[in-house]
């Protein structure tokens, strides 16, 4: 397993989807199950399904490497029904030795691990634990492309596969160097951002609000989507914390909707939405644990955008508890037994209906792959894009470097090496390293 932990390394593979965490510290005894989630519970993404439809001998290398080097036996690639229905994949086929699809219903959120392990295999990791405490460990279908293209081609990953969606002429999946401009690629597709839209990066669920002037491609980037201000999914996302807290204790009728609806509780997660909002901030800021089980939520926004008929944003007062619980240093870490509510199974969330509460429905098109978009004069490496140890600078201010070249070493610990995604004349910046190309 060690090989390949120091493969995973040099290539400098992060989980493509998720926060950023480097692949490889993911690799640990006592798995039995490798998870590939292809969920992409995210409404208007469909970089997963491409990458399959079209790279599935690379996802399959990159999963076999995986069962080859360690005790794991058996994968399953999880993708949503309407997905395997248009790769042709029945639930339980093969797809290669010990590998097999699995076709999820079409429910919000799924991508969520904890909710994944559990439909696709049934078994429930407890409150503040993690998925090898069930022998289960979950890669991202890139994640896995990225290491069969890495053992193919001796390549490290220097690229990323994205979606272009939202108010745009034809939604594309695209593969551009890491590092590229999110504005420089609007320019190349003719993708314009009128007036009243925001630019996200990721899902319309939980994605994040960016500058498309300032920000680049890294790792984790999954889809640059447009959409209305004045959709659910753009206003859920300028909710201001301290006011929603505010709010949530004058307003909130405790009629437990958000508690009824939330999935963590659902799977019988110690996660009560409605009385996180009841209890007041003056008071959590005194005793902070009082509000440990906030750790538990894994910001899928359903109590906000869909539950609530008071305006009131229960994950907004949630994500300060969880600013305040982390400065202290606290996570729930609770034992007992735990079990999934009988209701669970009749109160998930369809699909259609997600996207109907977020306001993006009318933008769910289908999105085809574009190609290749090499020819970028500037990319910008950011060195702490993954979680842990910021990247090193191995080369020098003005160094010229060819596209695949090392530039920045792993740090101490938890942290990953950098390559340069195209080639060009290197500049050291404030964490980042900018390469222009030379002419
Ligand atoms: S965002 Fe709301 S619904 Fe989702 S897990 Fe957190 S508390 Fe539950
Ligand atoms: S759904 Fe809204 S009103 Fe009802 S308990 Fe939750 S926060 Fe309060």
Same mark, same amino acid.
Request: charged share 25%.
């Given at each position: 397993?060690?090989? #390949? *932990?120091?493969?995973?390394?040099?290539?400098?593979?992060?989980?493509?989807?998720?926060?950023?965490?480097?692949?490889?510290?993911?690799?640990?005894?006592?798995?039995?199950?490798?998870?590939?989630?292809?969920?992409?519970?995210?409404?208007? @993404?469909?970089?997963?399904?491409?990458? @399959?439809?079209?790279?599935?001998?690379?996802?399959?290398?990159?999963?076999l490497?995986?069962?080859?080097?360690?005790?794991?036996?058996?994968?399953y690639?999880?993708?949503?029904?309407?997905?395997?229905?248009? #790769?042709?994949?029945?639930?339980?086929?093969? @797809?290669?030795?010990?590998?097999?699809?699995?076709?999820?219903?079409?429910?919000?959120?799924?991508?969520?691990?904890?909710?994944?392990?559990?439909? %696709?295999?049934?078994?429930?990791?407890?409150?503040?634990?993690?998925?090898?405490?069930?022998?289960?460990?979950?890669?991202?279908?890139?994640?896995?492309?990225?290491?069969?293209?890495?053992?193919?081609?001796?390549?490290?990953?220097?690229?990323?596969?994205?979606?272009?969606?939202?108010?745009?002429?034809?939604?594309?999946?695209?593969?551009?160097?890491l590092?590229?401009?999110?504005?420089?690629?609007?320019?190349?597709?003719?993708?314009?951002?009128?007036?009243g839209?925001?630019?996200?990066?990721?899902?319309?669920?939980?994605?994040?609000?960016?500058?498309?002037?300032?920000?680049?491609?890294?790792?984790?980037?999954?889809?640059?989507?447009? #959409?209305?201000?004045?959709?659910?999914?753009?206003?859920?996302?300028k909710?201001?914390?301290?006011?929603?807290?505010?709010?949530?204790?004058?307003?909130?009728c405790?009629?437990?909707?958000?508690?009824?609806?939330?999935?963590?509780?659902?799977?019988?997660?110690? #996660?009560?939405?409605? *009385?996180?909002?009841?209890?007041?901030?003056?008071?959590?800021?005194?005793?902070?644990?009082?509000?440990?089980?906030?750790?538990?939520?894994?910001?899928?926004?359903?109590?906000?955008?869909?539950?609530?008929?008071?305006?009131?944003?229960?994950?907004?007062?949630?994500?300060?508890? *969880?600013? @305040?619980?982390?400065?202290?240093?606290?996570?729930?870490?609770k034992?007992?037994?735990?079990?999934?509510?009988?209701?669970?199974?009749?109160?998930?969330l369809?699909?259609?209906?997600?996207?109907? %509460?977020?306001?993006?429905?009318?933008?769910d098109?289908?999105?085809?792959?574009? /190609?290749?978009?090499?020819?970028?004069?500037?990319?910008e490496?950011?060195?702490?894009?993954?979680? /842990?140890?910021?990247?090193?600078?191995?080369?020098?201010d003005?160094?010229?470097v060819?596209?695949?070249?090392?530039?920045?070493?792993?740090?101490?610990?938890?942290?990953?090496?950098?390559?340069?995604?195209?080639? /060009?004349?290197?500049?050291?910046?404030?964490?980042?390293?900018?390469?222009?190309?030379?002419?």
């Open positions: 397993m060690q090989e #390949l *932990k120091n493969l995973m390394r040099k290539l400098g593979i992060v989980g493509a989807g998720g926060a950023g965490f480097p692949s490889y510290a993911k690799l640990a005894e006592g798995a039995d199950l490798l998870l590939i989630n292809g969920a992409e519970c995210e409404p208007l @993404l469909a970089t997963d399904y491409i990458l @399959l439809r079209d790279e599935l001998d690379l996802v399959l290398q990159g999963v490497e995986v069962i080859n080097k360690t005790s794991i036996k058996k994968a690639i999880a993708v949503k029904a309407h997905n395997a229905e248009r #790769l042709g994949w029945e639930d339980g086929e093969k @797809l290669a030795d010990g590998v097999f699809a699995r076709a999820l219903p079409d429910v919000y959120p799924l991508g969520d691990e904890i909710s994944l392990i559990y439909e %696709a295999t049934g078994r429930l990791i407890k409150p503040g634990k993690l998925p090898i405490t069930e022998g289960v460990i979950v890669y991202n279908v890139e994640t896995m492309y990225n290491l069969g293209r890495g053992i193919r081609y001796n390549e490290p990953v220097t690229k990323k596969w994205l979606t272009i969606g939202g108010e745009v002429k034809n939604p594309v999946v695209i593969k551009v160097p590092g590229a401009k999110i504005a420089d690629i609007f320019e190349k597709l003719n993708v314009e951002v009128k007036e839209y925001t630019v996200i990066d990721g899902g319309p669920s939980m994605g994040k609000v960016i500058n498309p002037r300032t920000y680049a491609v890294n790792k984790t980037t999954k889809g640059i989507l447009i #959409l209305p201000d004045n959709s659910q999914a753009i206003l859920s996302k909710t201001n914390e301290v006011l929603a807290t505010k709010r949530a204790e004058t307003a909130c405790q009629c437990t909707r958000c508690t009824d609806m939330c999935p963590r509780h659902l799977l019988g997660y110690p #996660l009560e939405p409605h *009385k996180m909002v009841r209890t007041a901030m003056g008071v959590v800021e005194a005793m902070p644990d009082m509000v440990i089980s906030a750790t538990l939520c894994c910001g899928c926004g359903v109590c906000e955008s869909l539950a609530c008929n008071q305006g009131i944003s229960p994950k907004a007062v949630i994500d300060n508890y *969880k600013k @305040l619980l982390s400065k202290n240093r606290l996570r729930f870490d034992n007992g037994e735990y079990s999934v509510k009988e209701e669970r199974e009749y109160r998930m369809p699909y259609k209906k997600w996207m109907s %509460a977020l306001g993006v429905s009318v933008f098109r289908d999105t085809d792959f574009y /190609g290749e978009i090499n020819d970028f004069e500037r990319v490496m950011t060195l702490s894009r993954h979680i /842990g140890i910021p990247s090193i600078p191995a080369i020098k003005g160094d010229i060819e596209k695949g070249d090392l530039i920045a070493n792993a740090g101490d610990g938890l942290s990953l090496p950098q390559h340069a995604s195209i080639s /060009g004349r290197a500049t050291l910046g404030n964490d980042k390293i900018i390469i222009d190309k030379v002419r």
